[in-house]
């Protein structure tokens, strides 16, 4: 389904009255859990499932204020990143130490042969490396770019960034992760 269209049918759904509310947050959290999950592990590994509880508390309480002039995929990262924002100025964040980032969806592994897939959990956990020596907000990109595929733009609007900015630093990450890979290849 287009997400224009997801986000009208959440928008109607949370006007329906208590019932609709409680439609529109069994769909938000169907649609978004994982998602946000795997974006709050970037700065809050020990602590995301916790966190990610609260912040569903947070949107449910707000659905009233989603704009649905606005994309609801970024109303909802942008709910998510302030949370983790307030988190991190109670705690100073915990940093990734290795490993390849949890999917469940099978998204890094490529099942045809056990070589294939030795090669590219092994490429992988060198990419997780590279990633956990990256600041919080640079990890926070990199997730939105190339996890969830976001456009510069709608990352710019969810890190209240300008969208050369975002361009630059991304340039920047994806320098990193081909040196990380090309070291490993010599």
């Known amino acids: 389904m287009s997400e224009r269209l997801e986000k009208w049918i959440i928008y109607w759904m949370s006007r329906g009255g208590e019932a609709g509310r409680e439609k529109a947050f069994d769909r938000i959290w169907r649609l978004y859990h994982k998602r946000i999950l795997y974006f709050v592990r970037q700065r809050f590994p020990a602590e995301a499932e916790d966190l990610v509880q609260e912040i569903f508390i947070k949107v449910f309480r707000n659905l009233d204020r989603f704009d649905p002039s606005r994309p609801f995929v970024t109303w909802i990262f942008t709910i998510a990143r302030n949370h983790c924002i307030n988190r991190a100025a109670l705690k100073k964040p915990e940093i990734r130490s ?12 490529d099942p045809n042969t056990p070589e294939s897939m030795l090669l590219e959990t092994e490429r992988n956990r060198i990419i997780g490396e590279a990633l956990a020596t990256l600041d919080p907000d640079s990890r926070e990109m990199a997730f939105l770019r190339y996890f969830e595929g976001m456009k510069n ?3 710019g609007e969810i890190l209240e960034m300008p969208e050369g ?6 340039f920047a990450i994806r320098g990193v992760l081909k040196e990380a890979l090309a070291d490993h290849e010599h």
């Open 98 to 109: 290795s490993g390849v980032p949890e999917d469940g969806d099978g998204r890094f592994i």
């Open 153 to 155: 733009r709608r990352i």
């Open 165 to 170: 900015t975002v361009k630059s630093r991304l």
